[in-house]
């Protein structure tokens, strides 16, 4: 066999194990043909020297918003796409949004394959958020949605006025969903308890950005995750809450995965690394703290962080996704939306960060590849399983994504710990295209020296940067999810035996 590519001398990490020094990577056609010693080149084979490097999974993004109608200085797939790669992402995951007066999902998901085919420099696939589930769209449109246009998961809002969902409308989706094998995404935020806090604040002239912090608090998180998971129990559908903030929602996440019922976590970076405080104002800047408005929001205090990382390292979280959701800054239809008349009004600033580049150096950094096993938070195998594995098997990408193994796709991340020193993230060094990073000035431990997708190298830190091409990523038909925590058929504590069949179709 002769390869296109054979990587070599590097360590390479796999979701359970990191492989003994010495295994070669043979890469033909954008597959990873085989795993062995002195693979055989010729000069035809392209040969990438990993020496005292490790080698994990290409990334993959779960949750990634790009051209969003609400977010209009938002990354589009060109740019979201290229920040991907430059930060160790080959795939990600995008929302396709049902507008409230769409009755077809067809035409949106249209327009969304319009504006991702052809300007995409990673591998993509699509997650529907349903803002408008009529019996329509769940009999007879969801079903095509799954198997035909490979769109098996949803995303479900518990807040935001134009996008919330009531408990029955959340209930007739899970059950939709589940019949299907779609993966139900939740973003759990008690919708009336913030709205409340919302007209207390600004009744009380409470509006700069800070406030947003303080409208909606844990509890309000809390509840609708409890919420989430009890209406998740009653009809037997597997979910996944996404972006948790909070130790008291994680735990009971935590407390339904004992008791073996399919439900999932998600957190991202920013929840792991910054706090409230960050929505202060700068002196020379009142304004400033919009740049941190995301929801839920950063919260007060550092033990928060603290919990958060030990969901992390006792498996209570399945994935860590960026929730890249970002808007520019310094722009009249951007974060400034919330400053009007010269008077910030937190309620109306674009909610979300970016962070699609920055997620995979950021977690790296709290690895064993980089601390020692004293201070690492997380083991090099639960690293791939955060960022990539997990990811691929939930939403249906993992005959082929996720794993480096024979007839994967060739979808590799290259860190060289040590030699290339430490990286402080600043907005100049990235490729998204909003005009702020969150995390500007944090100090990373390592960063990706090259990306490969499909057997190409995309990302080549020292020569070249982005090097990938704008129309070499690929739509991903997914196939259906498997759930990872826990398992369908669960009795519902004081429910009779099988006593849904009296209900349920
Ligand atoms: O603040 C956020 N996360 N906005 C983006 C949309 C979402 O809820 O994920
Ligand atoms: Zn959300
Ligand atoms: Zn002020
Ligand atoms: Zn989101």
Same mark, same amino acid.
């Given at each position: 066999?002769?390869?296109? $590519?054979?990587?070599?001398?590097?360590?390479?990490?796999?979701?359970?194990?990191? #492989?003994?020094?010495?295994?070669?990577?043979?890469?033909?056609?954008?597959?990873?043909?085989?795993?062995?010693?002195?693979?055989?080149?010729?000069?035809?084979?392209?040969?990438?020297?990993?020496?005292?490097?490790?080698?994990?999974?290409?990334?993959?993004?779960?949750?990634?918003?790009?051209?969003?109608?609400?977010?209009?200085?938002?990354?589009?797939?060109?740019?979201?796409?290229?920040?991907?790669?430059?930060?160790?992402?080959?795939?990600?995951?995008?929302?396709?949004?049902?507008?409230?007066?769409? =009755?077809? %999902?067809?035409?949106? =998901?249209?327009?969304?394959?319009?504006?991702?085919?052809?300007? /995409?420099?990673?591998?993509?696939?699509?997650?529907?958020?349903?803002?408008?589930?009529?019996?329509?769209?769940?009999?007879?449109?969801?079903?095509?949605?799954?198997?035909?246009?490979?769109?098996?998961?949803?995303?479900?809002?518990?807040?935001?006025?134009?996008? !919330?969902?009531?408990?029955?409308?959340?209930?007739?989706?899970?059950?939709?969903?589940?019949? #299907?094998?779609?993966?139900?995404?939740?973003?759990?935020?008690?919708?009336?308890?913030?709205?409340?806090?919302?007209?207390? %604040?600004?009744?009380?002239?409470?509006?700069?950005?800070?406030?947003?912090?303080?409208?909606?608090?844990?509890?309000?998180?809390?509840?609708?995750?409890?919420?989430?998971?009890? #209406?998740?129990?009653?009809?037997?559908?597997?979910?996944?809450?996404?972006?948790?903030?909070?130790?008291?929602?994680?735990?009971?996440?935590?407390?339904?995965?004992?008791?073996?019922?399919?439900?999932?976590?998600?957190?991202?970076?920013?929840?792991?690394?910054?706090?409230?405080?960050?929505?202060?104002?700068?002196?020379?800047?009142?304004?400033?703290?919009?740049?941190?408005?995301?929801?839920?929001?950063?919260?007060?205090?550092?033990?928060? $962080?603290?919990?958060?990382?030990?969901?992390?390292?006792?498996?209570?979280?399945?994935?860590?996704?960026?929730?890249?959701?970002?808007?520019?800054?310094?722009?009249?239809?951007?974060?400034? =939306?919330?400053?009007?008349?010269?008077?910030?009004?937190?309620?109306?600033?674009?909610?979300?960060?970016?962070?699609?580049?920055?997620?995979?150096?950021?977690?790296? /950094?709290?690895?064993?590849?980089?601390?020692?096993?004293?201070?690492?938070?997380?083991? #090099?195998?639960?690293?791939?399983?955060?960022?990539?594995?997990?990811?691929?098997?939930?939403?249906?990408?993992?005959?082929?994504?996720?794993?480096?193994?024979?007839?994967?796709?060739?979808?590799?991340?290259?860190?060289?710990?040590?030699?290339?020193?430490?990286?402080?993230?600043?907005?100049?060094?990235?490729?998204?295209?909003?005009?702020?990073?969150?995390?500007?000035? $944090?100090?990373?431990?390592?960063?990706?020296?090259?990306?490969?997708?499909?057997?190409?190298?995309?990302?080549?830190?020292?020569?070249?940067?982005?090097?990938?091409?704008?129309?070499?990523?690929?739509?991903? !038909?997914?196939?259906?999810?498997?759930?990872?925590?826990?398992?369908?058929?669960?009795?519902?504590?004081?429910?009779?035996?099988?006593?849904?069949?009296?209900?349920?179709?």
């Amino acid at each position: 066999m002769e390869f296109d $590519l054979v990587v070599k001398n590097g360590r390479i990490v796999t979701a359970s194990e990191v #492989l003994p020094l010495g295994l070669e990577i043979g890469v033909k056609d954008g597959k990873i043909s085989c795993l062995g010693t002195s693979l055989p080149t010729s000069q035809n084979t392209k040969i990438v020297d990993a020496e005292g490097a490790y080698i994990t999974p290409g990334g993959i993004d779960s949750h990634v918003h790009l051209a969003q109608a609400n977010s209009p200085t938002g990354d589009g797939f060109e740019t979201g796409t290229r920040s991907a790669i430059a930060g160790g992402t080959t795939t990600i995951i995008a929302f396709v949004t049902q507008e409230r007066e769409q =009755l077809s %999902l067809f035409p949106m =998901l249209e327009d969304y394959h319009a504006k991702a085919k052809g300007v /995409s420099s990673c591998d993509y696939g699509f997650h529907y958020i349903l803002t408008n589930p009529t019996k329509e769209i769940l009999r007879n449109e969801l079903p095509i949605i799954a198997r035909k246009e490979g769109i098996t998961s949803v995303k479900l809002y518990m807040t935001y006025d134009p996008m !919330k969902l009531n408990d029955r409308e959340l209930l007739s989706i899970m059950m939709a969903c589940r019949a #299907l094998g779609m993966t139900t995404m939740i973003h759990a935020e008690n919708s009336d308890m913030i709205a409340l806090i919302i007209d207390g %604040l600004e009744a009380n002239g409470n509006t700069d950005p800070f406030f947003h912090a303080v409208a909606r608090p844990r509890i309000a998180e809390d509840e609708a995750s409890y919420r989430a998971i009890s #209406l998740s129990e009653l009809v037997d559908a597997p979910i996944l809450i996404v972006h948790m903030s909070s130790e008291t929602a994680m735990t009971h996440v935590r407390k339904a995965q004992t008791r073996l019922l399919p439900v999932h976590a998600e957190t991202c970076p920013h929840y792991l690394y910054l706090l409230s405080e960050e929505l202060k104002s700068k002196p020379h800047d009142h304004f400033a703290g919009a740049k941190h408005v995301c929801s839920p929001p950063l919260r007060h205090y550092p033990q928060d $962080l603290e919990a958060l990382w030990q969901g992390i390292a006792n498996g209570t979280f399945t994935v860590v996704s960026s929730d890249h959701a970002p808007s520019k800054y310094d722009h009249p239809d951007g974060k400034k =939306l919330g400053f009007v008349d010269g008077i910030p009004r937190f309620a109306k600033i674009p909610n979300g960060l970016p962070g699609l580049e920055t997620r995979m150096a950021l977690l790296f /950094s709290e690895s064993e590849a980089c601390l020692s096993p004293d201070e690492a938070r997380i083991g #090099l195998p639960k690293f791939v399983q955060l960022t990539s594995t997990n990811a691929a098997k939930m939403y249906g990408l993992a005959d082929r994504k996720g794993s480096i193994a024979p007839g994967y796709d060739a979808d590799i991340v290259i860190w060289h710990p040590g030699t290339n020193g430490e990286t402080t993230i600043t907005q100049d060094m990235l490729h998204h295209g909003v005009d702020y990073t969150p995390f500007e000035g $944090l100090r990373v431990r390592n960063w990706p020296r090259y990306t490969i997708l499909r057997g190409e190298v995309v990302w080549n830190k020292d020569e070249g940067g982005v090097v990938g091409k704008a129309d070499y990523g690929q739509y991903l !038909k997914r196939g259906p999810g498997q759930v990872i925590v826990g398992k369908t058929g669960q009795k519902v504590h004081g429910m009779l035996e099988n006593e849904r069949q009296y209900w349920m179709h």
